[in-house]
C-alpha cells in the first residue's frame, strides 16, 4: 500500500541547532516526493522537491533534503534552525498523476525551537 | 497576486446544518482541489477539478458536494454537517493535474 510515515510527531531543538525530520514512503515505483511547511495559522507552502535525478535537493529557507532509495526515505535537513522555523512539516509523495496529482501525505511533524 | 483565497475562516456549525465553503485563485490555474486535515492523518484529498467543467472524487468524498463555478472558483459545499466532519479544510490549486500545488490559508470547521 501506498504510505509516508514521518516517525515524529513532535521534535523540539535549540535556535542554532541542526535539524533532520524524517520521512519515509511507501511506493512501487519511482517516487515523486515532497515537503511541505505549516506555520501557524497558514497554508502549506512548498519548502523543496525531488523528481529525479541528483538525489540532494535544495529548497527555500535554507532547508535540504536527500533521497535514499534503498532505504525508502526521504529526510529534511537543515544546518542551523532559527526561530522562525517552529511550524509543522509535511512530507508528501506523488501516487497519481491521473488522480488530480494525487499526494500521499505523511502525519506531519511539529517543529519547536528553544531560545 | 492574493493566491487561493478560502471564506470563511472559521465556521462552527450544528450537527445537521449545511453550508459552502468558498475557495478561489488569481494564478489562472486549471486545477484546483479540497482537502481535510486532521490530527495525525496529514491532507487527504476530498474532491478535484482537474479542468473548469468537471470534478472528480479524492480519497473521502462522501458527506460532501463540490461546484466548479468557474476557472477562478471551487466551492465545497455540506449539505448535512455531522460531528466527524470538524476538520481543517484546505483549497489548493496547480497550473494543469500537478503534483505541485498551491495551498489557501484553510478553513477551521467545528461541527457540534
Known amino acids: 500500500a501506498q504510505s509516508v510515515t514521518q516517525p515524529d510527531i513532535h521534535i523540539t531543538v535549540s535556535e542554532g541547532a541542526s535539524l533532520e525530520l524524517r520521512c519515509n514512503y511507501s511506493y512501487g515505483a519511482t517516487p515523486y516526493l515532497f515537503w511541505y511547511v505549516q506555520s501557524p495559522g497558514q497554508g502549506l507552502q512548498l519548502l523543496l522537491k525531488y523528481f529525479s535525478g541528483d538525489t540532494l535537493v535544495q529548497g527555500i529557507k535554507g532547508f535540504e533534503a536527500e533521497f535514499k532509495r534503498s532505504q525508502s526515505s526521504f529526510n529534511l535537513r537543515k544546518p542551523s534552525v532559527h526561530w522562525s522555523d517552529a511550524a509543522e512539516y509535511f512530507c508528501?509523495?506523488?501516487?497519481?498523476?491521473?488522480?488530480?496529482?494525487?499526494?500521499?501525505f505523511g502525519q506531519g511533524t511539529e517543529l519547536s525551537v528553544k531560545p | 497576486n492574493a493566491g487561493v483565497t478560502q471564506t470563511p475562516k472559521f465556521q462552527v456549525l450544528k450537527t445537521g446544518q449545511s453550508m459552502t465553503l468558498q475557495c478561489a485563485q488569481d494564478?489562472?490555474?486549471?486545477?484546483m482541489y479540497w482537502y481535510r486535515q486532521d490530527p495525525g492523518m496529514g491532507l487527504r484529498l476530498i474532491y478535484y477539478?482537474?479542468?473548469?467543467?468537471?470534478?472528480d472524487k479524492g480519497e473521502v468524498p462522501n458527506g460532501y458536494n463540490v461546484s466548479r463555478l468557474n476557472k477562478r472558483e471551487f466551492s465545497l459545499r455540506l449539505e448535512s454537517a455531522a460531528p466527524s466532519q470538524t476538520s481543517v479544510y484546505f483549497c489548493?490549486?496547480?497550473?494543469?493535474?500537478?503534483?505541485?500545488?498551491?495551498f489557501g490559508p484553510g478553513t477551521r470547521l467545528t461541527v457540534l
Open positions: 477539478s482537474a479542468s473548469e467543467g468537471t470534478t
Open positions: 494564478m489562472n490555474h486549471n486545477s
Open positions: 489548493a490549486s496547480s497550473e494543469a493535474t500537478s503534483y505541485l500545488k498551491y
Open positions: 508528501a509523495v506523488g501516487v497519481g498523476y491521473n488522480q488530480g496529482g494525487k499526494l500521499i
